[in-house]
Nanobody, 117 residues
């Protein structure tokens, strides 16, 4: 069994930065990702990374502002969020899967990110 433990998030002004962390407890996974869900909207994939760190994907709205990374020694994934905008406000979830495609097997508890002036 795998547990994903999130930390980070909070309240920030537009233009500011926040960093989210997701520690994988139990085993190493193949692919990790960050999703987010804003009020009244569907959950969307924000960024995805292979556990080796060789492959990354970003949704268009965060390209150039967010950076996803992994620290294999700590079994932890990060999402560095810079140049935050109000539209980034959402609950952010980390997720992991055992293989390189398909549904995600494991989910974190979610952490609130609020961008407000």
């Amino acid at each position: 069994q795998v547990q994903l433990v999130e930390s980070g998030g909070g309240l920030e002004h537009p233009g500011g930065s926040l960093r989210l962390s997701c520690a994988a407890v139990g085993r190493t996974l193949n692919t990790m990702a960050w999703f987010r869900q804003a009020p009244g909207k569907e959950r969307e994939l924000v960024a995805r990374i292979s556990w080796s760190g060789d492959f990354t994907y970003y949704t268009d709205s965060v390209k150039g502002r967010f950076t996803i990374s992994v620290d294999n020694a700590k079994n932890t994934m990060y999402l560095q969020m810079d140049k935050l905008i109000i539209e980034d406000t959402a609950v952010y979830y980390c997720a992991g899967r055992r293989i390189s495609f398909g549904e995600y097997d494991y989910w974190g508890q979610g952490t609130q990110v609020t961008v407000s002036s």
